[in-house]
């Protein structure tokens, strides 16, 4: 029985020691995260470019260093159970120890994750699409990268599965909006109202990195001639901004009296 009994108790105590270590390890991450946070969110830097590369490297750095506390407390709880960690790490070396704990496609994954932050392919904030799937990139990790649609649905993806990424963060985009006229109008007056558009929409459009311009005729439709106006923006801006410039478009050419086109259909009743 004592014997059962001292076995008992030196059982619970590796338990506890286990518990502890979990403990401590869950400490050290909570404040290791903290200070990370703290450090990134008190720079002074007001480059929007600098601020995203900042929150990528803090996502980073924080996955970082969940994994290095967690190595680190197996490490110890199999040394609490007999384990020769100290064999392990002499033997191998430490990042050998580190991949070898890991899974090959882990290791892939991690290798992947530092040359997508190193080669500045996207950053936190990023609309990007990887395949088929849209969206702003809101996490990336040493193992996995998660991308937001529009619609709130998420993709994680594995870093190592990524190949190829557009990113339509990198350049300022282009509002490009294509409208329409009857031939029957008075082209000149068209297009002085145009002008005069396009100069009161350059001191009023937010986000804009250059004039709007009118290019001029684009096509000549069947029932229609088409003209093109666009707005050099900040990347993403684009579809906000053509919604703005079709609803000011439409007020300008209503108010001169320049016949919009639109599908109509005759209907003749037989006498």
Known sequence: MAVFGIELTVILEKILACFTSIIIGMCVYNFIKKFIISTINNS???SKYKKKKLQTLQSMFINF????????????ILSVFGVNVNGIITGLGVSAALIGLAFQDTAKDIIAGIS??????????????????????????????????????????????????????????????????????????????????????????????????????????????????????????QYEIQRIMRKEVLKVLKNASIKIPYNQIEVHNAK
């Open 116 to 237: 997508i932050i190193t080669d500045d392919e996207y950053e936190i904030g990023d609309t990007v699409k990887i395949d088929d799937f849209m969206g702003e990139v809101v996490f990336i990790g040493l193992r996995s990268t998660k991308i937001k649609n529009f619609d709130g649905s998420t993709m994680i993806i594995a870093n190592h599965s990524i190949n190829k990424v557009i990113n339509y963060n990198i350049h300022d985009s282009l509002a490009i909006l294509d409208f329409s006229v009857a031939y029957e109008s008075n082209l000149e007056e068209v297009e002085k109202v145009l002008n005069k558009l396009a100069k009161k929409l350059t001191k009023n459009l937010d986000y804009l990195k250059g004039e709007v311009q009118i290019l001029g005729i684009d096509d000549l439709d069947e029932s229609a001639v088409v003209y093109r106006m666009t707005a050099p923006v900040e990347s993403m801006k």
């Open 44 to 46: 002074k830097t007001k």
């Open 65 to 76: 260093t969940k994994y290095i506390v967690y190595i680190f407390v197996a490490l110890y």
